[in-house]
């Protein structure tokens, strides 16, 4: 079985400045890795995902995260966020079979200081 | 990359009563899930819903309140049944839409039951 923390449940950052989401993810097989976004009152968007190759992932608006294996580690990077940033972001991992359930976080809540 | 259309996407109900959420896929998916997301939590999968057979149910979630229908690769019903306030939460479904696209998300259903 796979699980999925997200160490951090809020997490505060003055705008313009860069900030990183942690994620670690525990699974007895090869998994693929997502995070995705949720700005509120909106439903889930895509942020980025590895599947195979370069473990340095980057998705939209900005946002990368690295695929660490040894460390079981996915965490989400952006040097220098927006008031728009400003969302619950959810790391996630499935097993390599893709037909598999998607196992969600706790969730980390951005909170962007003016 | 594919989308998924979820209707109705918020909904208030009277305790008792039961409600169909429906999502409609523009493309083929082998499986899609669908899950629960109460207020200021994570999501939480109900089950995975597999065409031509039952509904595969997590642990916590019995078909008899959340009857699932998947008659096609492209459609997909949950019933939410004999409501209570308990059940007020976003309901999502998802699918792998295949390709390098990873998983997509309806735009949920925000449901309140009173």
């Known amino acids: 079985a796979q699980s999925v923390t997200q160490l951090d449940s809020q997490v505060p950052v003055f705008e313009e400045a860069p900030v990183e989401l942690r994620c670690n993810y525990s699974?007895?097989?090869?998994?693929?890795l997502f995070w995705y976004v949720q700005y509120p009152n909106q439903g889930l968007q895509l942020l980025l995902k590895?599947?195979?190759?370069?473990?340095l992932v980057k998705g939209i608006n900005g946002f990368e995260a690295e695929f660490n294996k040894s460390q079981t580690s996915f965490h989400l990077r952006k040097p220098s966020v927006h008031i728009s940033d400003t969302a619950e972001y959810f790391c996630a991992v499935t097993p390599m079979n893709r037909d598999d359930k998607i196992i969600f976080g706790k969730g980390t809540r951005l909170h962007i200081l003016p | 990359s594919a989308v998924i259309s979820q209707k109705p996407s918020r909904d208030i109900c009277q305790r008792g009563t039961s409600l169909t959420i429906q999502c409609q896929v523009d493309s083929q998916v082998t499986m899609m899930f669908w899950y629960r997301q109460q207020p200021g939590q994570s999501l939480t999968l109900i089950a995975t819903a597999n065409q031509g057979s039952e509904a595969t149910y997590e642990s916590g979630f019995v078909i008899d309140k959340f009857p699932i229908s998947r008659p096609n690769l492209t459609f997909s019903t949950l019933t939410v049944s004999n409501m209570s306030p308990e059940d007020s939460s976003i309901y999502l479904c998802s699918g792998w839409t295949g390709g390098n696209y990873g998983y997509t998300f309806g735009s949920g259903t925000r449901l309140t039951v009173v």
């Open positions: 699974s007895s097989v090869s998994v693929y």
């Open positions: 590895y599947l195979s190759g370069s473990t």
